[in-house]
């Protein structure tokens, strides 16, 4: 078993790969971590909260790591007096969010394969569980399909989940970001997953996805983005937005000073997250249902109804 330092080196490197499952270590590192310090007698509120934080900052971009903490942290604040209830209050809290995180996962997965058809040439960005899944039972079910992944850069999540799913026999095409344009014409779907979504229906996802999205828009191809609904980042609703995640200038260019590209009239940038409007989104596929962006709150929220037309 791993110890919370290992699970937030896990998020700090990488390794760890997907909104859903980041946002699952990030409950446990958080729970592990209390333990730790509840246990070494060191355990007192301040150095709690901060480490809170410091999971939130490390994964700015993350709704299911941004609600997971903050719902965590409230449990905290409200049991700080009796570490024992807490402490079963936080066990219950994450073994539950896992057990519905996975399930949710399962839905999508299922609603999505059923939507696969024979024949079909489906255009990825970047690595989600969830797409994952959704193939894995799409080929249980006998589909014939292909996969257009783009590569993703800069940590090429799209390499990586290419050679996940030509190591189960379907047949990748992976290609370079700049490429999407050219291989465009060729998709019949685009499916793209999430790491937090907006009461609006804006969709926050790496880098590139809003490139995708509104070459599909021009190609007139339907955009489907698997996501659970537990990544919606409520403070959307009064204009607040999360901030988008800036990783090492190295990764895309080594910076080191004998490297005849590096000067200082260069700057490097490194964003490494951005916002997808809803109109650029023709569907979410959630464990609630097949959705159109506007009807996000509605379902999420049911007793708070918003006007939307599911045309």
């Not at 909260?49 to 604040?77: C, Q, W, Y």
């Not at 970047?126 to 783009?150: C, E, H, P, W, Y």
């Amino acid at each position: 078993m791993k110890t919370w330092k290992q699970l937030y080196a896990g998020l700090e490197d990488m390794s760890v790969k997907g909104g859903s499952d980041i946002g699952i270590v990030a409950a446990q590192a958080f729970l592990d971590y209390l333990k730790d310090h509840i246990n070494s007698g060191s355990w007192y509120e301040e150095k709690v909260l901060e480490f809170g934080e410091r999971i939130k900052t490390l994964k700015p971009s993350m709704g299911s790591v941004h609600n997971a903490i903050d719902d965590l942290i409230t449990i905290f604040k409200t049991y700080r007096n009796d570490a024992q209830r807490m402490l079963f209050v936080m066990d219950e809290y994450v073994s539950h969010y896992q057990q519905e995180t996975n399930q949710a996962l399962n839905k999508i997965a299922e609603l999505f394969s059923s939507l696969i058809e024979d024949g079909d040439q489906l255009l990825t960005h970047s690595f989600t569980r969830s797409v994952l899944l959704a193939f894995d039972q799409a080929l249980a079910l006998g589909k014939k399909f292909s996969v257009i992944s783009a590569e993703s850069r800069p940590r090429n999540e799209g390499t990586y989940f290419a050679s996940l799913l030509a190591g189960k026999g379907l047949d990748v095409t992976l290609i370079t970001d700049a490429a999407v344009a050219h291989y465009m014409p060729k998709a019949t779907k685009v499916l793209v997953g999430a790491d937090a979504l907006y009461t609006d229906g804006t969709v926050v996802n790496k880098m590139g996805t809003l490139n995708v999205a509104i070459i599909a828009h021009e190609f007139h191809k339907p955009v489907y983005v698997l996501t659970i609904t537990t990544k919606l980042y409520l403070p959307s609703l009064f204009g607040k937005h999360l901030i988008m995640e800036r990783r090492p200038v190295n990764e895309v260019l080594e910076t080191e000073p004998d490297n005849p590209v590096v000067s200082s009239h260069l700057t490097v940038e490194n964003i490494f997250f951005e916002e997808i409007p809803p109109e650029y989104i023709t569907y979410l596929v959630t464990e609630k249902g097949l959705i159109k962006p506007c009807q996000l709150m509605n379902v999420a929220l049911p007793d708070r109804k918003e006007h939307c037309s599911a045309k």
